[in-house]
């Protein structure tokens, strides 16, 4: 057996295997005295089947099926032998016929295409500036901290005027253009939170509002969408359409959340650890919080950039057709050219992606080993249970609980590629320079929210 190589471009090249007699002809023999052995044809007693029937009724699969197993082997000892750099599977060549005849077996050759994986230079080294963004952890998002923590374990009480952070209960009912309750018209119980309201009016409109009071209100000023509109007025989305805008509103109660008091009973709720005993332990307690979940989203921040970078900025040429063609022949299901052209850029900037982050991590040596999985997996695990308040078990079931949540496949996975991107957060953070920016809560938020 021979393996030939010809290079149509730089990024594409056939491979042609050649297969003699004697590569094949073993095989074949061997497996169709295994079939005779088997085989239970009417008339014959296992394995006294004659080798001629055998071979009229086995031959030509047995043989095809010997040749495709040679031909991939030798596919794959040339690639591993010649250290070639290759993307996804060779392929059968286009429109290109099998040399040689199963009807009288002889030299076959078959030709299959294979795409080159391109050299990339990463454009990344130690002159590399990008901006880390931390957050000011001032007196004013503290006690914004705080409040909510407060407002997490108050409780509701009814109170008889409308404040800007009420939940306000009534009833809306249309109206007729003349002002009049429309009679048959829509009518529904529903519930307006001044907190998360956009329309400026509206919220000014509903404070200082008290209980019996009605008023004009178009429900489109207090909902959001369709949906949301729909739900509001007790209807189904699709009857939006038909609906006005004229309603009037009655206010049926007003529920303010009562914050719970900063006192022991709070902070035992909030920290089971019970280093908490005064406001000022609150304070520092959560201002450490705070900076802990901030320093984890400036890290995701950077690393987002970095991958945008990198993305842009790496110059790689991919063999497309190839590709293309590989892609449809690999599915499990059937992919037409317009679903292909639609998603195939994304398909390179994925698999461009890939050989970035593969490259990084096979020169700087960097790799994931049992012992940090399992760390990170009970680590995750210590995280969850203080979320609930609760203390961790000890090491050994702690330890157990983790191996059971790695060998599940999807788990698995997520913890992998949490831990990869952990990874290369460190390598960028220790590779690039580095210009540190704090900005306010706000302005965090924003820069997080860009693609």
């Known amino acids: 057996m021979n393996v030939l190589r010809q290079d149509v471009d730089a990024l594409n090249a056939v491979l042609t295997v050649k297969i003699n007699p004697e590569d094949y002809q073993p095989k074949v023999k061997a497996a169709l005295d295994k079939y005779r052995k088997t085989a239970k044809v009417p008339g014959f007693r296992p394995g006294h089947v004659p080798q001629s029937l055998i071979q009229k009724q086995y031959g030509k699969s047995v043989l095809a099926e010997e040749l495709n197993k040679l031909a991939n082997d030798g596919l794959y000892n ?21 040399v040689g005849s199963f009807d009288q077996p002889a030299d076959f050759e078959f030709s299959f295409e294979i795409g080159f994986s391109p050299a990339l230079d990463l454009p990344l080294n130690s002159k590399s500036k990008f901006d880390f963004f931390t957050v000011k952890v001032d007196e004013a998002l503290i006690d914004k901290q705080i409040e909510d923590l407060q407002r997490r374990y108050g409780k509701l009480a009814s109170v008889e005027e409308v404040g800007e952070k009420d939940m306000v209960l009534g009833k809306f009912e249309e109206l007729n253009e003349d002002g009049s309750v429309k009679e048959g018209g829509v009518t529904n119980s529903t519930t307006i939170s001044l ?130 063609r590989w892609i449809k022949l690999s599915s499990d299901k059937p992919v037409s050219d317009e679903d292909l052209d639609r998603e195939f850029d994304a398909y390179l900037s994925s698999l461009k992606w890939q050989m970035i982050q593969t490259k990084i991590f096979k020169e700087n040596n960097i790799q994931l080993n049992n012992e940090e999985v399992l760390a990170y997996a009970k680590n995750l695990l210590v995280g969850n249970y203080a979320q609930y308040g609760l203390p961790a078990p000890d090491d ?56």
């Open 78 to 98: 040339f690639i591993v032998e010649n250290k070639l750099e290759i993307l996804g599977n060779p392929i059968p060549k286009e429109n290109a016929d099998v």
């Open 195 to 324: 907190e998360f309201l956009d329309d400026k009016k509206s919220t000014k409109q509903l404070i200082g509002k008290k209980v019996n009071d009605t008023f004009d209100l178009d429900p489109n000023t207090v909902s959001k969408g369709d949906k949301d509109k729909a739900a509001m007025l007790g209807l189904k989305e699709e009857e939006i359409s038909a609906v006005g805008s004229k309603f009037q509103f009655t206010v049926t109660d007003v529920k303010r959340m009562e914050l719970a008091a900063l006192d022991e009973f709070l902070f035992e709720k909030l920290f089971a650890d019970g280093e908490v005993k005064t406001v000022e332990d609150l304070r520092k307690r959560v201002a450490d919080d705070l900076n802990s979940i901030f320093n984890g989203d400036s890290d995701r921040i950077l690393t987002r950039d970095v991958y945008q970078y990198l993305l842009k900025e790496t110059k790689a040429e991919f063999p497309e057709t190839f590709l293309k």
């Open 396 to 451: 050994a079931e702690l330890t157990e609980t983790a191996q059971r949540l790695l060998k599940n496949k999807e788990q698995a996975n997520g913890i992998y590629d949490r831990m990869a991107e952990q990874k290369l957060t460190e390598f960028f953070k220790s590779t690039v320079a580095l210009n540190t920016k704090a900005v306010s809560y706000d302005e965090f938020v924003e820069i997080a929210s860009k693609n």
